[in-house]
């Protein structure tokens, strides 16, 4: 499995952003796939996940109403759509697929690369 993280950026307080997630190597239909950012000095923390066949969503409770996670089952890729940015939405970001959906890192059995949203004026 292969996850290829893209779309981050420098862009300037309430900015928007699409970051993308181009998964392959298997089908997802049985599995999950969220995201996960880490901000310098700090750890790894979920942003939001959603089921692939059903696309039940689930979303940190600080990030929902900001950010909208999709996906798009042809293309295997999934979304994050970011509004109204933040200086403290800064960190990388990372895709990540597994078997449930949850908020928890453990619950993730393939990651992607990271790509870094810089929110700054």
């Known amino acids: 499995v292969q996850l290829q993280a893209s779309g981050g950026g420098l862009v300037q307080p309430g900015g928007s952003l699409r970051l993308s997630c181009a998964a392959s190597?298997?089908?997802?239909?049985?599995?999950?796939m969220g995201w996960f950012r880490q901000a310098p000095e700090k750890q790894r923390e979920f942003v939001a996940a959603?089921?692939?066949?059903?696309?039940?969503?689930n979303y940190a409770g600080s990030m929902e109403g900001r950010f909208t996670i999709s996906r798009d089952t042809a293309r295997n890729t999934l979304y994050l759509q970011m509004n109204n940015l933040k200086a403290e939405d800064t960190a990388v970001y990372y895709c990540?697929?597994?078997?449930?959906?949850?908020?928890?890192?453990?619950?993730?059995?393939?990651w992607g690369n990271g790509t870094l949203v810089t929110v700054s004026s």
């Open positions: 190597g298997r089908t997802f239909s049985s599995y999950a």
């Open positions: 990540a697929a597994g078997g449930l959906n949850s908020a928890y890192e453990a619950m993730y059995d393939y």
């Open positions: 959603i089921t692939w066949k059903g696309g039940v969503t």
